[in-house]
């Protein structure tokens, strides 16, 4: 053999030996994620399934105020509580919703809806794959898949209240399986609901129980209140009897009325006694785990955006009902010398509402923080205030309109009575449709501005036959009229920014629910239908 | 002079001569420069005896009075001359352009054009320099009949290249393959001076060999290699500057007017804050904003040259565009250099290396906000109340929520820069007669690091940061590919001419990265902008991907007497993107012609030179999806838990995954047929196609209710099948009357994108608008049509409003008042809602024209290239008349909007609560016709004659770019708003405009 063949056999056999040894390497092919873990192989222990219930609990706020915190204001902006407000800028994102316009293709909704449902995504897979996990601990295991549960049924109920029945997904499905998917009836969403809760509660730990690392994660308690409200809003009043009582036995064990109302929205008494169910927050600047409503509910004069400002009308039921108390914890005024709480405002320095940017000059006391308790960056989602979803007063309220409703109006009136007692008010002695209108007022002014009153004005049903918010809102409704006829109110009077016949376009055949976003019926080929009258 | 020296310095040592006999010599020249040429071989015919021609092209040697010399260099034609006892003999050799322009590069493999079964169209490097185009594929539109091109204006930025119509909608990007290196979907990074062929596989039956890659085609581009002999220098340049075109827009009185007039018909008070500029005519943020011109420069040198042992090739080219703002830009240094080196008869190596420098700064985004801002707005505020904080000075937006511009530009602050190499080191072994065997290592690695400075500022409470952030983003590619090709050539039987090839490839894509940023930097100036100063929230992230190829290829072509031809192929490609059981695929070809000009009784007749027919069928795929679509993957997800508050890290499912994933395949069929008439002048090419999708994938948006935590659920998924069929033709003309010579060539294309099937029938939605979609893609209809609702006019009275009613008399638009939008109750069924919603456009072409045209006389040429596209349709979602959220409006609005009977009848009244929808509903009144004809470059050049510059060829040239565009559109330029993808084109969100770009050239070769 001369060189030249060796050469040639030698360049033709090497390459030849390489590309044999690395073919045989079959996993040239196989490349795994770098950085991220498998659904597949997740769920192995007790720590993994914890941090999947921990990123379900993140779900209730989300981490900033546009996917679940403005459309919770704007549930309060389409009653007689509050205004939009801001009158400097373009108020589109709500008009359509605060105005009854009827016209179903607006932002927020859309956020809304799609965020609640990305919460039941987490909380389905947590559901599904838990009890296949292999934990020591069954208690834990059990306690784990109820809190899931009970952020399912949250999510379900707060989606229900705002759009009527809508389609229940239990599962991490594909695309295919949901095809032809259709709305459920409200009756089968809250026996969905309600199922999800009971459940809930037979797994989850008292408050008592919880040790101080474990505030925050999601009671016994705060699943019966939401299941007592789930049969309130279906008047399933024997129901929601049975779980209140047992609520109402624990008292001061559990839960009890915090001894000032002042106390109630500060935060140096987040997770106190009074609460069941608030969104956690923190103000560490590395992360985004804080509020921002209020910023966005805050003054313009004072960094906020002024977005849900409280209306006279709100304030003239307080004035009503000689309620000085909470008048002074929920509205704060332009040009106040005494903010109660924040000693910054004074004769020489007050706050300031400037009435050309605010359609009341008025701001919620509510969400607003102390200047000095603040985060540096104010404007930002780093602000500490927890946000309130459900507590004990709203349990006592609910227990007073559920006896109220049974008739038994003698044990009504000791926990209405309880309520008023906190906020310095006498004692009322009433009965049957007086002591029931008692109670509704009292909701009014104890959980004002707590995105609760849109929800109570439409299932409420008044003596002429119609929804409590039909006499409310349209043409002819109280607040209407109150506005374009009867109010002395200098600022909103002179602000028409944002018109005073708000709420004038209110039909009782459509406004009962919001409508749904209209892409979610597009994209369902229209198995999913539009709410009636919605164009 | 400077040229004898350098090649004094590359010319190789002369062969030994043996003297014997007589003694010859003379000089060899080019014929058609009358130029010496050094490094020919003269050999004594059938003996080792020869010698080359020095740097004169003089040659001398000792033979005996009978012998015959043979003249040989590669790319000429070698000539056999018998000496018969002459002592002088000149000769001049000729360039052998059939041999070299018949070439034509195909997947791992060069074939004679005259050979192809399948549709390739080849465009010369010489006929993409004439317009400057950052991306060579912009120089490349109107060039190839059924490439569609598209570009948007800003620096940097990649068109649209769409090859036969979309069968995808996952990308419509063609392959690019550099030298036999994939290099991924863009070529960017390339110089265009340094191309030497582009050659565009289009049919399935060429591209197969590409297996997964191929479903958008391939272009395979071949960079500039050394010729031996002539050595040449070339240098080139362009500068020039680009303009946009400024809208008309409405100053600050006629502002103020609109705005207050949509509250007034409103019945509302308006909400007007005072103005901080007082003048009539108001801030120009146009003005303010956009430079008249932006700077456009391409410098390149290079050189080539060799001989038959090394031939080598290099080049040096700099290009930099600016962005029409004050800030942005991109430039690209490029160097190539290749070099092939042949050892003997048997053995060949080689390499090119293509170091690369680019760097960048972002161009602003901002022509809507430009436009939408308030002109009453000055730029900055009073210097009384101005603070130290320099990016604070400026004023906010009196009446709307639009930031503004000034000042997002000066706080601008983002550089990015890459460094570089693609390679290719090969060797190619010849051991017997006909059989080849080329092993091929490609990489191409990037480093790119790139830093954003964000300073803090406080304008007002909803402008503002709070924070300064530094933050910087590293980021390597390392690619690789490993070629092993063996190819091998007979005829037997004298008319059987074989050529099969059979390869084995491996390829694999990584990347790593790396992302730090420090909130709170002490201070905005320049020399504190590093990570490290920053005094907060240190933040790290970081990861790696990496996926990977592996194939086996075959490839026979087949010819009888060279008329009738057969060729097929096969690839099985393996990917890592697909789990285990669908991670093989087979992606066969088969494809023939009939070359009926070779037939015997062809050849009395004399009206064709050529005719040629062909007919193809291949498969191709598509995996051009993340690497780990197939897999649910997890996320974190952190909350608050205890009295403490104290963050509790937590996860949660951050994709869904979708495991029963497979490829995307993709079946074509194409006839074609060539020919060449009248001398060779006129040579016509037409072909049919058609292309059609199965398993198609789609990263689809899904219904909320499935709750994905991707925006609007998206998830990868098979989703059905699409179909296009189209035709294309092209024509080429060139003649020559005495000194003038002159070519023009047209390219018409058509095609029809069509879903046939689609996954569970559901439509596919696309541009999402105020809270509803513009764009429905439904099985068995064209891709990319807009669906909405008719705008059937306006209302011009309240009886209008009140005639508008269904058969109970009921109002259909309740909220109508005059000068509203009458919307088509189209059912009839007397409600207004989904179901009257139709198809109302269409973004795809019926077809696409591309002309070209060159003449020359003496010294003087001339270039002039138009594209068209026709009979598509835009939306148009620049609703600059209607003042909504405050924003500013075209000049005019007053009176082009409705106020009063019979003051329009297109544009509805000002409104600013909007109750009819008139510019919330997806409607037919913002579809424009989208046609247009743009004049894409006219060239002048001159060429000053060698006689007056000894040696040296000048030549100049004046151009211009986007020059004109005939079109009914009325935005700002309907090229751009036409981009989008498969599923999404068409809508307009006023992109960055092609500009209009004024170039003087420089050419000098010696």
Same mark, same amino acid.
């Given at each position: 053999?001369?060189?030249?063949?060796?050469?040639?056999?030698?360049?033709?056999?090497?390459?030849?030996? @390489?590309?044999?040894?690395?073919?045989?390497?079959?996993?040239?092919?196989?490349?795994?994620?770098?950085?991220?873990?498998?659904?597949?192989?997740?769920?192995?222990?007790?720590?993994?399934?914890?941090?999947?219930?921990?990123?379900?609990?993140?779900?209730?706020?989300?981490?900033?105020?546009?996917?679940?915190?403005?459309?919770?204001?704007?549930?309060?902006?389409?009653?007689?509580?509050?205004?939009?407000?801001?009158?400097?800028?373009?108020?589109?994102?709500?008009?359509?919703?605060?105005?009854?316009?009827?016209?179903?293709?607006?932002?927020?909704?859309?956020?809304?809806?799609?965020?609640?449902?990305?919460?039941?995504?987490?909380?389905?897979?947590?559901?599904?794959?838990?009890?296949?996990?292999?934990?020591?601990?069954?208690?834990?295991?059990?306690?784990?898949?109820?809190?899931?549960?009970?952020?399912?049924?949250?999510?379900?109920?707060?989606?229900?209240?705002?759009?009527?029945?809508?389609?229940?997904?239990?599962?991490?499905?594909?695309?295919?399986?949901?095809?032809?998917?259709?709305?459920?009836?409200?009756?089968?969403?809250?026996?969905?609901?309600?199922?999800?809760?009971?459940?809930?509660? +037979?797994?989850?730990?008292?408050?008592?129980?919880?040790?101080?690392?474990?505030?925050?994660?999601?009671?016994?308690?705060?699943?019966?209140?939401?299941?007592?409200?789930?049969?309130?809003?279906?008047?399933?009043?024997?129901?929601?009897?049975?779980?209140?009582?047992?609520?109402?036995?624990?008292?001061?064990?559990?839960?009890?009325?915090?001894?000032?109302?002042?106390?109630?929205?500060?935060?140096?008494?987040?997770?106190?006694?009074? +609460?069941?169910?608030?969104?956690?927050?923190?103000?560490?600047?590395?992360?985004?785990?804080?509020?921002?409503?209020?910023?966005?509910?805050?003054?313009?004069?004072?960094?906020?955006?002024?977005?849900?400002?409280?209306?006279?009308?709100?304030?003239?039921?307080?004035?009503?009902?000689?309620?000085?108390?909470?008048?002074?914890?929920?509205?704060?005024?332009?040009?106040?010398?005494?903010?109660?709480?924040?000693?910054?405002?004074?004769?020489?320095?007050?706050?300031?509402?400037?009435?050309?940017?605010?359609?009341?000059?008025?701001?919620?006391?509510?969400?607003?923080?102390?200047?000095?308790?603040?985060?540096?960056?104010?404007?930002?989602?780093?602000?500490?205030?927890?946000?309130?979803?459900?507590?004990?007063?709203?349990?006592?309220?609910?227990?007073?309109?559920?006896?109220?409703?049974?008739?038994?109006?003698?044990?009504?009136?000791?926990?209405?009575?309880?309520?008023?007692?906190?906020?310095?008010?006498?004692?009322?002695?009433?009965?049957?449709?007086?002591?029931?209108?008692?109670?509704?007022?009292?909701?009014?002014?104890?959980?004002?501005?707590?995105?609760?009153?849109?929800?109570?004005?439409?299932?409420?049903?008044?003596?002429?036959?119609?929804?409590?918010?039909?006499?409310?809102?349209?043409?002819?409704?109280?607040?209407? #009229?109150?506005?374009?006829?009867?109010?002395?109110?200098?600022?909103?009077?002179?602000?028409?920014?944002?018109?005073?016949?708000?709420?004038?376009?209110?039909?009782?055949?459509?406004?009962?629910?919001?409508?749904?976003?209209?892409?979610?019926?597009?994209?369902?080929?229209?198995?999913?239908?539009?709410?009636?009258?919605?164009? | @002079?400077?040229?004898?020296?350098?090649?004094?310095?590359?010319?190789?040592?002369?062969?030994?001569?043996?003297?014997?006999?007589?003694?010859?010599?003379?000089?060899?020249?080019?014929?058609?420069?009358?130029?010496?040429?050094?490094?020919?071989?003269?050999?004594?015919?059938?003996?080792?005896?020869?010698?080359?021609?020095?740097?004169?092209?003089?040659?001398?040697?000792?033979?005996?009075?009978?012998?015959?010399?043979?003249?040989?260099?590669?790319?000429?034609?070698?000539?056999?001359?018998?000496?018969?006892?002459?002592?002088?003999?000149?000769?001049?050799?000729?360039?052998?352009?059939?041999?070299?322009?018949?070439?034509?590069?195909?997947?791992?493999?060069?074939?004679?054009?005259?050979?192809?079964?399948? +549709?390739?169209?080849?465009?010369?490097?010489?006929?993409?320099?004439?317009?400057?185009?950052?991306?060579?594929?912009?120089?490349?539109?109107?060039?190839?009949?059924?490439?569609?091109?598209?570009?948007?204006?800003?620096?940097?930025?990649?068109?649209?290249?769409?090859?036969?119509?979309?069968?995808?909608?996952?990308?419509?990007?063609?392959?690019?393959?550099?030298?036999?290196?994939?290099?991924?979907?863009?070529?960017? *990074?390339?110089?265009?001076?340094?191309?030497?062929? #582009?050659?565009?596989?289009?049919?399935?039956?060429?591209?197969?060999?590409?297996?997964?890659?191929?479903?958008?085609?391939?272009?395979?581009?071949?960079?500039?290699?050394?010729?031996?002999?002539?050595?040449?220098?070339?240098?080139?340049?362009?500068?020039?500057?680009?303009?946009?075109?400024?809208?008309?827009?409405?100053?600050?009185?006629?502002?103020?007017?609109?705005?207050?007039?949509?509250?007034?018909?409103?019945?509302?008070?308006?909400?007007?804050?005072?103005?901080?500029?007082?003048?009539?005519?108001?801030?120009?943020?146009?003005?303010?904003?956009?430079?008249?011109?932006?700077?456009?420069?391409?410098?390149?040198?290079?050189?080539?040259?060799?001989?038959?042992?090394?031939?080598?090739?290099?080049?040096?080219?700099?290009?930099?565009?600016?962005?029409?703002?004050?800030?942005?830009?991109?430039?690209?240094?490029?160097?190539?250099?290749?070099?092939?080196?042949?050892?003997?008869?048997?053995?060949?190596?080689?390499?090119?290396?293509?170091?690369?420098?680019?760097?960048?700064?972002?161009?602003?985004?901002?022509?809507?906000?430009?436009?939408?801002?308030?002109?009453?707005?000055?730029?900055?505020?009073?210097?009384?109340?101005?603070?130290?904080?320099?990016?604070?000075?400026?004023?906010?937006?009196?009446?709307?929520?639009?930031?503004?511009?000034?000042?997002?530009?000066?706080?601008?602050?983002?550089?990015?820069?890459?460094?570089?190499?693609?390679?290719?080191?090969?060797?190619? #072994?010849?051991?017997?007669?006909?059989?080849?065997?080329?092993?091929?290592?490609?990489?191409?690695?990037?480093?790119?690091?790139?830093?954003?400075?964000?300073?803090?500022?406080?304008?007002?409470?909803?402008?503002?940061?709070?924070?300064?952030?530094?933050?910087?983003?590293?980021?390597?590619?390392?690619?690789?590919?490993?070629?092993?090709?063996?190819?091998?050539?007979?005829?037997?039987?004298?008319?059987?001419?074989?050529?099969? @090839?059979?390869?084995?490839?491996?390829?694999? *894509?990584?990347?790593?990265?790396?992302?730090?940023?420090?909130?709170?930097?002490?201070?905005?100036?320049?020399?504190?902008?590093?990570?490290?100063?920053?005094?907060?929230?240190?933040?790290?992230?970081?990861?790696?991907?990496?996926?990977?190829?592996?194939?086996?290829? *075959?490839?026979?072509?087949?010819?009888?007497?060279?008329?009738?031809?057969?060729?097929?192929?096969?690839?099985?490609?393996?990917?890592?993107?697909?789990?285990?059981?669908?991670?093989?695929?087979?992606?066969?070809?088969?494809?023939?012609?009939?070359?009926?000009?070779?037939?015997?009784?062809?050849?009395?007749?004399?009206?064709?030179?050529?005719?040629?027919?062909?007919?193809?069928?291949?498969?191709?795929?598509?995996?051009?999806?993340?690497?780990?679509?197939?897999?649910?993957?997890?996320?974190?997800?952190?909350?608050?838990?205890?009295?403490?508050?104290?963050?509790?890290?937590?996860? +949660?499912?951050?994709?869904?995954?979708?495991?029963?994933?497979?490829?995307?395949?993709?079946?074509?069929?194409?006839?074609?047929?060539?020919?060449?008439?009248?001398?060779?002048?006129?040579?016509?090419?037409?072909?049919?196609?058609?292309?059609?999708?199965?398993?198609?994938?789609?990263?689809?948006?899904?219904?909320?209710?499935?709750?994905?935590?991707?925006?609007?659920?998206?998830?990868?998924?098979?989703?059905?099948?699409?179909?296009?069929?189209?035709?294309?033709?092209?024509?080429?003309?060139?003649?020559?009357?005495?000194?003038?010579?002159?070519?023009?060539?047209?390219?018409?294309?058509?095609?029809?994108?069509?879903?046939?099937?689609?996954?569970?029938?559901?439509?596919?939605?696309?541009?999402?608008?105020?809270?509803?979609?513009?764009?429905?893609?439904?099985?068995?209809?064209?891709?990319?049509?807009?669906?909405?609702?008719?705008?059937?006019?306006?209302?011009?009275?309240?009886?209008?409003?009140?005639?508008?009613?269904?058969?109970?008399?009921?109002?259909?638009?309740?909220?109508?008042?005059?000068?509203?939008?009458?919307?088509?109750?189209?059912?009839?069924?007397?409600?207004?809602?989904?179901?009257?919603?139709?198809?109302?456009?269409?973004?795809?072409?019926?077809?696409?024209?591309?002309?070209?045209?060159?003449?020359?006389?003496?010294?003087?040429?001339?270039?002039?290239?138009?594209?068209?596209?026709?009979?598509?349709? #835009?939306?148009?979602?620049?609703?600059?008349?209607?003042?909504?959220?405050?924003?500013?409006?075209?000049?005019?609005?007053?009176?082009?909007?409705?106020?009063?009977?019979?003051?329009?009848?297109?544009?509805?009244?000002?409104?600013?609560?909007?109750?009819?929808?008139?510019?919330?509903?997806?409607?037919?009144?913002?579809?424009?016709?989208?046609?247009?004809?743009?004049?894409?470059?006219?060239?002048?050049?001159?060429?000053?004659?060698?006689?007056?510059?000894?040696?040296?060829?000048?030549?100049?040239?004046?151009?211009?770019?986007?020059?004109?565009?005939?079109?009914?559109?009325?935005?700002?330029?309907?090229?751009?708003?036409?981009?989008?993808?498969?599923?999404?084109?068409?809508?307009?969100?006023?992109?960055?405009?092609?500009?209009?770009?004024?170039?003087?050239?420089?050419?000098?070769?010696?």
């Amino acid at each position: 053999m001369n060189t030249r063949m060796k050469n040639i056999l030698q360049s033709i056999v090497a390459p030849a030996l @390489m590309i044999l040894s690395l073919s045989s390497c079959s996993d040239f092919l196989d490349k795994p994620v770098q950085g991220k873990e498998n659904l597949e192989t997740y769920f192995q222990n007790a720590e993994e399934c914890q941090k999947q219930i921990t990123g379900c609990y993140q779900t209730i706020f989300w981490d900033d105020w546009w996917q679940i915190g403005s459309f919770q204001l704007t549930s309060d902006m389409c009653t007689d509580d509050m205004w939009m407000g801001n009158t400097t800028q373009d108020n589109s994102s709500y008009y359509d919703l605060v105005f009854y316009t009827g016209n179903g293709q607006t932002g927020g909704t859309s956020n809304y809806w799609q965020y609640r449902y990305k919460g039941i995504l987490r909380c389905n897979v947590c559901i599904e794959r838990i009890p296949n996990t292999n934990m020591s601990d069954d208690n834990l295991k059990a306690r784990l898949i109820g809190e899931a549960k009970f952020i399912r049924a949250f999510h379900y109920f707060e989606l229900v209240k705002n759009f009527g029945g809508v389609p229940i997904v239990e599962a991490m499905k594909m695309p295919h399986e949901v095809e032809g998917i259709a709305r459920q009836t409200v009756d089968s969403c809250y026996s969905f609901i309600a199922k999800d809760l009971n459940d809930a509660i +037979s797994v989850l730990p008292r408050r008592s129980e919880l040790p101080s690392d474990e505030i925050g994660r999601i009671t016994k308690g705060a699943a019966q209140g939401y299941l007592a409200k789930v049969y309130l809003y279906q008047e399933k009043y024997e129901k929601a009897e049975a779980v209140l009582d047992d609520m109402i036995l624990r008292e001061g064990v559990d839960y009890d009325l915090l001894p000032d109302f002042g106390e109630v929205w500060d935060m140096d008494y987040d997770n106190s006694i009074e +609460s069941l169910f608030e969104v956690q927050y923190s103000d560490d600047p590395n992360y985004n785990m804080g509020g921002r409503l209020s910023v966005v509910c805050g003054s313009r004069d004072d960094s906020g955006w002024s977005w849900g400002l409280p209306t006279s009308n709100l304030e003239k039921a307080f004035v009503d009902a000689g309620d000085t108390e909470r008048l002074k914890w929920t509205i704060i005024k332009n040009g106040a010398t005494d903010v109660p709480g924040d000693p910054t405002w004074d004769e020489e320095n007050p706050y300031l509402i400037s009435p050309s940017k605010h359609k009341s000059a008025r701001v919620s006391r509510k969400l607003y923080e102390p200047v000095d308790k603040r985060p540096v960056p104010y404007d930002s989602n780093h602000n500490p205030l927890n946000y309130r979803l459900l507590r004990y007063a709203d349990i006592l309220l609910m227990h007073a309109e559920v006896k109220n409703a049974l008739h038994k109006d003698a044990e009504a009136i000791v926990s209405l009575n309880k309520v008023r007692q906190r906020a310095k008010l006498g004692r009322v002695d009433l009965t049957g449709n007086a002591l029931r209108d008692a109670i509704r007022l009292e909701r009014r002014l104890e959980l004002a501005l707590e995105g609760n009153r849109l929800y109570d004005l439409r299932r409420w049903n008044d003596d002429n036959g119609h929804k409590a918010i039909a006499n409310v809102m349209g043409e002819n409704g109280s607040f209407v #009229i109150y506005n374009t006829q009867e109010s002395t109110d200098e600022y909103e009077l002179t602000n028409q920014k944002e018109a005073s016949n708000e709420g004038s376009m209110f039909r009782e055949d459509r406004d009962l629910v919001f409508p749904i976003p209209n892409t979610e019926v597009t994209m369902s080929n229209g198995s999913i239908k539009q709410n009636p009258n919605y164009q | @002079m400077m040229k004898k020296y350098i090649l004094a310095l590359l010319c190789l040592i002369p062969m030994l001569v043996q003297a014997q006999g007589i003694l010859v010599q003379g000089t060899v020249k080019l014929a058609s420069e009358d130029e010496p040429l050094i490094g020919v071989t003269v050999q004594v015919k059938g003996t080792s005896n020869g010698t080359i021609t020095d740097l004169d092209g003089n040659y001398q040697l000792q033979v005996e009075s009978k012998a015959t010399l043979v003249f040989s260099m590669v790319g000429f034609a070698t000539q056999e001359i018998q000496v018969n006892g002459r002592h002088h003999i000149d000769v001049n050799m000729k360039e052998d352009v059939t041999a070299l322009e018949e070439v034509v590069v195909v997947g791992y493999g060069v074939v004679k054009k005259s050979d192809l079964t399948s +549709s390739i169209s080849t465009v010369k490097g010489d006929d993409l320099n004439s317009t400057v185009s950052g991306n060579p594929m912009g120089a490349l539109q109107g060039k190839a009949n059924g490439v569609q091109v598209t570009s948007s204006g800003g620096p940097g930025s990649t068109p649209r290249v769409v090859i036969r119509g979309l069968t995808t909608v996952n990308g419509s990007d063609p392959l690019y393959v550099v030298d036999g290196v994939p290099v991924g979907t863009n070529i960017n *990074f390339l110089s265009q001076n340094d191309i030497q062929n #582009i050659e565009i596989l289009k049919d399935a039956s060429a591209a197969a060999i590409y297996g997964t890659r191929g479903s958008n085609g391939v272009i395979l581009v071949t960079t500039k290699k050394g010729k031996s002999g002539k050595t040449a220098f070339t240098f080139s340049s362009s500068i020039g500057f680009q303009t946009l075109e400024k809208p008309n827009l409405a100053d600050a009185s006629e502002y103020e007017q609109v705005f207050k007039q949509r509250y007034i018909n409103d019945g509302n008070e308006p909400i007007w804050n005072v103005s901080g500029n007082q003048t009539t005519k108001g801030t120009d943020w146009w003005d303010e904003c956009i430079n008249d011109y932006a700077l456009m420069q391409n410098y390149s040198i290079g050189f080539q040259g060799g001989n038959d042992k090394q031939i080598y090739s290099g080049s040096l080219s700099y290009y930099r565009q600016n962005s029409q703002y004050q800030v942005g830009f991109w430039e690209k240094l490029t160097m190539r250099y290749n070099s092939e080196l042949t050892f003997n008869d048997i053995v060949k190596v080689g390499v090119d290396i293509n170091p690369r420098y680019e760097h960048w700064e972002n161009s602003p985004s901002m022509l809507g906000d430009i436009i939408r801002m308030d002109p009453t707005t000055n730029v900055y505020l009073p210097e009384a109340e101005w603070g130290d904080n320099p990016y604070s000075n400026f004023a906010r937006s009196n009446n709307n929520q639009v930031w503004n511009p000034v000042a997002s530009m000066s706080r601008m602050n983002n550089d990015t820069k890459q460094y570089a190499v693609l390679m290719n080191p090969y060797i190619d #072994i010849k051991p017997i007669k006909g059989l080849s065997i080329r092993s091929q290592f490609g990489l191409n690695a990037r480093f790119q690091m790139g830093d954003v400075f964000t300073p803090e500022f406080f304008i007002d409470n909803l402008e503002q940061n709070a924070l300064s952030k530094i933050e910087r983003q590293t980021n390597h590619w390392i690619d690789w590919n490993w070629n092993n090709i063996a190819t091998y050539m007979t005829t037997l039987a004298e008319n059987h001419n074989i050529n099969v @090839m059979a390869g084995f490839t491996m390829e694999e *894509f990584n990347n790593y990265w790396l992302n730090g940023s420090r909130e709170d930097v002490p201070s905005y100036i320049k020399e504190l902008q590093q990570v490290s100063a920053g005094t907060m929230n240190e933040k790290a992230s970081g990861s790696e991907t990496s996926t990977s190829l592996m194939s086996y290829l *075959f490839r026979a072509m087949y010819n009888y007497k060279q008329r009738y031809y057969l060729t097929a192929s096969v690839r099985v490609d393996g990917s890592s993107k697909f789990a285990s059981d669908n991670q093989y695929a087979t992606f066969p070809a088969v494809s023939g012609s009939w070359r009926v000009t070779s037939e015997e009784w062809m050849k009395d007749q004399h009206v064709f030179d050529n005719l040629k027919i062909r007919a193809g069928w291949g498969r191709v795929g598509n995996q051009n999806i993340s690497s780990s679509s197939f897999m649910s993957l997890i996320g974190t997800s952190s909350y608050v838990f205890g009295q403490a508050q104290d963050r509790v890290v937590g996860t +949660s499912v951050s994709s869904v995954g979708n495991a029963s994933l497979q490829w995307e395949t993709v079946e074509d069929i194409n006839l074609g047929v060539d020919m060449a008439l009248l001398d060779n002048r006129l040579s016509i090419t037409a072909d049919v196609f058609r292309k059609e999708s199965k398993d198609m994938l789609l990263e689809k948006e899904n219904m909320s209710i499935l709750g994905y935590p991707a925006w609007n659920g998206k998830i990868w998924e098979n989703i059905g099948s699409l179909r296009a069929t189209g035709w294309e033709m092209s024509a080429y003309w060139q003649d020559k009357i005495n000194d003038f010579n002159y070519n023009i060539g047209f390219n018409l294309s058509s095609v029809k994108n069509k879903a046939v099937t689609l996954l569970g029938d559901s439509p596919i939605y696309a541009q999402e608008y105020n809270g509803d979609y513009i764009i429905r893609n439904e099985e068995g209809g064209e891709l990319s049509r807009f669906y909405g609702y008719i705008a059937d006019g306006l209302f011009q009275n309240q009886t209008e409003v009140n005639a508008h009613t269904n058969e109970h008399g009921t109002l259909l638009q309740p909220n109508a008042q005059p000068g509203d939008v009458r919307f088509k109750d189209l059912n009839n069924d007397g409600v207004l809602d989904e179901n009257d919603k139709t198809y109302i456009g269409k973004a795809f072409p019926d077809f696409t024209l591309g002309i070209n045209a060159k003449c020359s006389y003496k010294n003087w040429d001339f270039e002039a290239n138009f594209y068209g596209s026709f009979g598509n349709d #835009i939306y148009n979602t620049v609703q600059y008349y209607s003042g909504v959220e405050g924003r500013n409006v075209y000049a005019g609005a007053l009176n082009k909007t409705w106020h009063g009977e019979g003051t329009s009848t297109k544009w509805p009244r000002l409104s600013v609560n909007e109750a009819n929808l008139n510019y919330k509903r997806v409607s037919s009144l913002f579809v424009e016709d989208g046609s247009y004809l743009k004049c894409k470059l006219l060239q002048v050049g001159y060429t000053i004659p060698k006689s007056v510059l000894d040696d040296v060829s000048i030549r100049i040239s004046l151009s211009a770019q986007n020059l004109f565009t005939l079109t009914k559109y009325s935005g700002a330029d309907p090229e751009t708003a036409s981009l989008g993808g498969a599923t999404s084109s068409g809508v307009d969100y006023y992109g960055y405009p092609n500009p209009r770009t004024y170039l003087f050239g420089v050419n000098v070769k010696f």
